[in-house]
């Protein structure tokens, strides 16, 4: 069993020191999806949302949460990320919006919470200027894809043995 990191020898919560680590060259890819209905699809697809362009603040909203994590989730670094994207697919045959976010940083810590973070709140924004349309939207299937660099390497979920 691997011992939790965030955990002191008292069983405390502790923010982990990265004072020794050496700094690598980190990336993270998560993705997630969010279920819409036809006139969802239709008023993104548009452009036409009264609340304006649900992509275009969608991206900007999963970049700035990305930049924002610490602020979130207590025991994270302040990180200086040097890339942060959010891209959507839209899939109409099977009425879903996908969402990618990738991060990269050259430091001492990964970046998968950042990529995490940042995919969570590109569809919630979704969700919100969508919502008067369709309140019934799911969001699902949060999660990391690939990372790399650090002491553990690298991971791609399609090398996981279940």
Same mark, same amino acid.
């Given at each position: 069993?691997?011992?939790?990191?965030?955990?002191? *020898?008292?069983?405390?919560?502790?923010?982990?020191?990265?004072? !020794? =680590?050496?700094?690598? @060259?980190?990336? %993270? $890819?998560?993705? +997630?999806?969010?279920?819409?209905?036809? *006139?969802?699809?239709?008023?993104?697809?548009?452009?036409?949302? !009264? =609340?304006?362009?649900? @992509?275009?603040? %969608? $991206?900007?909203? +999963?970049?700035?949460?990305?930049?924002?994590?610490?602020?979130?989730?207590?025991?994270?670094?302040?990180?200086?990320?040097?890339?942060?994207?959010?891209?959507?697919?839209?899939?109409?045959?099977?009425?879903?919006?996908?969402?990618?976010?990738?991060?990269?940083i050259s430091g001492k810590t990964g970046v998968?919470?950042?990529?995490?973070?940042?995919?969570?709140?590109?569809?919630?924004?979704?969700?919100?200027?969508?919502?008067?349309?369709?309140?019934?939207?799911?969001?699902?299937?949060?999660?990391?894809?690939?990372?790399?660099?650090?002491?553990?390497?690298?991971?791609?979920?399609?090398?996981?043995?279940?």
């Amino acid at each position: 069993m691997n011992k939790l990191s965030h955990i002191n *020898e008292k069983g405390e919560a502790r923010m982990v020191d990265v004072t !020794a =680590k050496e700094e690598t @060259l980190r990336y %993270a $890819r998560a993705t +997630g999806r969010i279920r819409v209905g036809e *006139e969802v699809l239709r008023v993104v697809e548009e452009g036409s949302a !009264a =609340k304006g362009d649900v @992509l275009g603040t %969608a $991206r900007i909203a +999963g970049i700035m949460a990305a930049k924002k994590t610490p602020e979130l989730i207590p025991l994270c670094h302040p990180l200086l990320l040097t890339k942060v994207s959010v891209d959507f697919q839209v899939c109409p045959d099977s009425k879903e919006i996908l969402c990618t976010c990738e991060v990269r940083i050259s430091g001492k810590t990964g970046v998968e919470m950042e990529a995490l973070t940042g995919v969570s709140v590109a569809l919630l924004t979704i969700y919100d200027m969508c919502k008067a349309v369709d309140k019934t939207m799911e969001i699902s299937d949060i999660r990391l894809e690939e990372k790399s660099g650090g002491k553990s390497g690298t991971f791609t979920r399609d090398s996981l043995s279940i």
